[in-house]
């Protein structure tokens, strides 16, 4: 992504206002895109939904949209860091000639995952057979269209990205309004459903288009995947901690029962979607100033070992890594403090503008909190992962789904007003046991990068 961020960064450094405002709406799409769009057609669409669904079926069709993006989320978690390390690494190598038949593949095995593990999942959801079929095509869609942002987070073409993302948003509120007005709920789903497959779609275009040229096929994918089992850990409980509160809330006794499998509890679930809105900007930040800072000193200390500078010019070189971490990183908790305090602050008239229950008061307060850590352990472990220090953001990731599937368990127990700190005192943990690791990494550097290489025949028979 740091390649998107120097480009992006060009924005920002034109004095026109113009640039800056498209830098700042290119950040903010390309960091929260898909979330944000899934958010405000889902509310749209509810808001519309309402005069054409009775009953529970408004619910329904919510907890289709939620429990679709959990699975794929978790799903996808476990391929997306062995795709990108290998997409990384061809990058690197000026390599893209086996991109398109190595997207092909990703997208078949999504795609027949999908369709088998939709298919049992929906078995035992007493709806309409082709709203059955929406829900499948739309877990299809939404897997099709994270591993096209994988593949596209090299590409250039800002425009094309957006305009994909709005026309699928788009076409979802067209399609999901005209068809359920005749056909109710599944006429929602299905309409929901087609547009993210557009979306899927265009991305998939986008991607043929971008990696056009010779094409050659490769078995290489699987060897980082064989290799890689950590970093699968990684991306599958980093996903698993994100939504195992929301699963033991759906599923403890405040949770309700909707149909079938479907459970929710609406109160806790609206909480923490408007709470994740209030990190946007530090996703932002992160995209644009955070890891282009840090990228641009790590690539010249990685350089200068390659041109064998002395020890003394590499212990400098690592300091000012360090250095320019802490400055970036200050700018970016001085703008998240004050919109999380702008936050808590406007809170009453928050909930009093969108008519919200005050019973979402006390888990949105606690989950302000807890996205404002989150998103610091995530880039902390981002930054981690550019070291090789896999292990250690694994357990980082570890902590933060365990701790928060029992410290929520636990906060059950003791009222509404405590429900969301579990999930806090989760992030909490998390950061602390991040921050050790990265200010370690950073700290001895040098060693690290010397002394985790691979000694090769080659250099133990120079030794003889």
Known sequence: MAGIGFRLNKYFSDDSSVSRVKGAFYSIVLSSGPWLISILSIAIISLYARQWLVGK?????????S???AGSLILFGMIELPLTRYISDKIYHYDVSTFRRVFFTVISICVASGAVLGYLFYYFVPIDLYAKVGGVLFLISVLSTWVGMVFLSAAKGYGKIIASFVGGGILSLVFSTILGKSFGLTGFIFGYALGIWVLALSLSILVYVE???????????GGYFLKGKVLIGIGMFYYMGIWVDKLIFWYSSIGVQIVGPFYTNPYYDTAMFLAYL???PSLAIFLVKVETSFYTYYNFYFKSIEQKKSLPFLEEASRTIGEKLQETFGM???IQTFVSIMCWYFMPKILSVFYLSPLIESPLRYGIIGAYLQVMFLVMNILSLYFRDEHSVFWSYFLFFVSNALLTTVSLKFGYRFHGLGYV?????TLLLSYFNLNRRLKNLNYYTFMEQPISMKWISGLK
Do not use: A, P, R
Request: charge should be neutral; glycine fraction near 2%; proline fraction near 0%.
């Open 425 to 429: 005192i989760s992030c909490f943990l």
């Open 67 to 69: 429990y679709t993006y």
């Open 57 to 65: 079926e408004l619910l329904v069709f919510k907890s289709i949209i």
């Open 278 to 280: 209030s990190i946007i």
């Open 211 to 221: 990696f056009s040229g010779k094409e050659y096929t490769t078995h290489e994918l």
């Open 332 to 334: 970016m908790l001085k």
